[in-house]
């Protein structure tokens, strides 16, 4: 399979927000992956997407980068729609992988996408404490448990996932030339054996 990722840009325009930060981390992981030999689509959720294209892109991709700001304690409500009505296609994802034949077949293996990973990045307020420390807002489930949900979507698919890679503080206190340098780093080391 040829080095080629799809990057899904959440970054949505809400509010006082026009996802300006995800478009940015995007285009730099494009570069990134790009002066690595990879090939990139990118697909823009705010702008809408055609299904079949969306499989195809999704089928030709050795890696997935999800890439969203923080939205109440998930990802843009448009990015579960994108969710919803590509990842049910038959081509990714054959049911839940259970067989009334073969008990030992278990639920959420039924994904297509078994040769494939993704990498979630995310851009929060929060600060980096909020998701570690179990006495602050998140209980100290870290961004991975935050994510849950995602995570387990993307494994309902077969898909194996990278670490994950997030950005805090970004409103508050924004430290946005080290994070992007953070998220070059995280991504060539995340891609070296891929």
Not at 44 to 54: F, K, L, S, T, Y
Not at 91 to 102: A, F, I, M, T
Not at 109 to 131: I, M, Q, R, V
């Amino acid at each position: 399979m040829t080095r080629h990722a799809l990057f899904i840009d959440a970054g949505c325009t809400f509010g006082h927000s026009q996802g300006g930060l995800s478009h940015a981390f995007v285009d730099l992981g494009r570069r990134t992956l790009e002066s690595l030999g990879w090939t990139t689509d990118v697909t823009r959720i705010d702008d809408g997407w055609v299904v079949e294209d969306e499989v195809r892109k999704i089928l030709a991709a050795r890696l997935i980068v999800i890439q969203t700001p923080g939205w109440w304690m998930s990802t843009p409500w448009k990015l579960k729609k994108y969710q919803d009505e590509v990842f049910v296609m038959p081509e990714l994802c054959g049911g839940d992988g259970r067989s009334r034949h073969d008990p030992s077949k278990l639920y959420g293996s039924g994904g297509f996408l078994t040769d494939k990973h993704y990498l979630l990045s995310s851009t929060w307020n929060a600060p980096l404490e909020a998701f570690e420390d179990p006495k602050q807002f998140f209980g100290g489930v870290s961004i991975d448990g935050v994510f849950l949900p995602l995570h387990r979507t993307m494994a309902f698919l077969g898909l194996k996932a990278l670490p994950s890679f997030m950005a805090n503080d970004v409103i508050k206190n924004p430290q946005i030339d080290a994070d992007m340098k953070r998220f070059v780093a995280h991504l060539e080391g995340a891609v070296k054996d891929l």
